[in-house]
């Protein structure tokens, strides 16, 4: 976990952490010990949001590799739509990585099974 700066007090990183977990302002004051306005006065700091920030992305992350898993799971899924949706989704995924930009993704289902999907945009590997 990131380590918050030296003079944020213990109210403060607790109310960080759970910021970028998305508690609400009251449940975030309920919990510390603060009244919910507390709270959005601590929002105006700016190490408390960089904190929270850094905390809220590192939560992301992590989803984000659960995500994938599934995402990986579904590839072999023997439902056919379940794993066009997946390839779609990785697809989607791959252009964000490449920087390729919004072009449209598009997988469509012909008689195709799982794992049998065609490649019909040069800019990505077979």
């Known amino acids: ?5 030296a003079g944020m007090t213990a109210r403060k990183i607790k109310a960080a952490q759970m910021l970028a977990d998305g508690f609400t302002l ?10 919910a306005s ?3 006065l601590w929002k105006r700091d ?3 949001l960089d904190y929270a920030d850094t905390l809220s992305k590192k939560n992301v992350i992590a989803s984000a590799l659960k995500a994938r898993k599934v995402l990986d799971k579904h590839l072999e899924d023997k439902g056919a739509w379940v794993s066009m949706n997946a390839a779609t989704n990785l697809l989607r995924e791959y ?3 490449k920087g390729i930009g919004s072009q449209a993704v ?3 289902f012909n008689g195709i099974g799982p794992g049998q999907i065609e490649n019909k945009d040069t800019d990505l590997p077979d």
């Open 1 to 5: 976990m990131p380590k918050p700066k």
């Open 26 to 35: 009251e449940q975030i004051g309920a919990e510390v010990g603060v009244d």
């Open 38 to 40: 507390a709270v959005c």
């Open 46 to 48: 700016d190490e408390f």
């Open 95 to 97: 252009q964000t990585v």
């Open 106 to 108: 598009i997988v469509t």
